[in-house]
Nanobody
Framework: VQLQASGGGLVQAGGSLRLSCVVS???????MGWFRQAPGKDREFVAT????????NYASSVKGRFTISRDNAKRTVYLQMTSLKPEDTAVYYC????????????WGQGTLVTVSS
């Protein structure tokens, strides 16, 4: 199973980025999520989306600024980030839940987002 995240980079505060994560080697038919880990901090939940895309949930810190979506035909999950703040700087990871699991069992390698003030 491989989750390949991309789209990170350096952006000024107030700017936007779109992250992508392509899943291969396993069915895409599971809930997907985005997490992030800032330097010196624990990894934290950012957003999640169900297989059908019918339900999404966000961390309070990103609600209204970030949007998670998925294209099942492309086996890709996205995270559209707008109104970025310096505190959004982190390595962003995509993850997939396992079969019958409430936890995220499969993880990508992460993509770095740096927001300058």
């Amino acid at each position: 199973v491989q989750l390949q995240a991309s789209g990170g980079g350096l952006v000024q505060a107030g700017g936007s980025l779109r992250l992508s994560c392509v899943v291969s080697g396993r069915t895409f038919s599971y809930d997907m999520g985005w997490f992030r880990q800032a330097p010196g901090k624990d990894r934290e939940f950012v957003a999640t989306i169900t297989y059908t895309g019918g339900f999404t949930n966000y961390a309070s810190s990103v609600k209204g600024r970030f949007t998670i979506s998925r294209d099942n035909a492309k086996r890709t999950v996205y995270l559209q980030m707008t109104s970025l703040k310096p505190e959004d700087t982190a390595v962003y990871y995509c993850a997939q839940k396992g079969a019958g699991s409430r936890s995220y069992d499969y993880w990508g390698q992460g993509t770095l987002v740096t927001v300058s003030s």
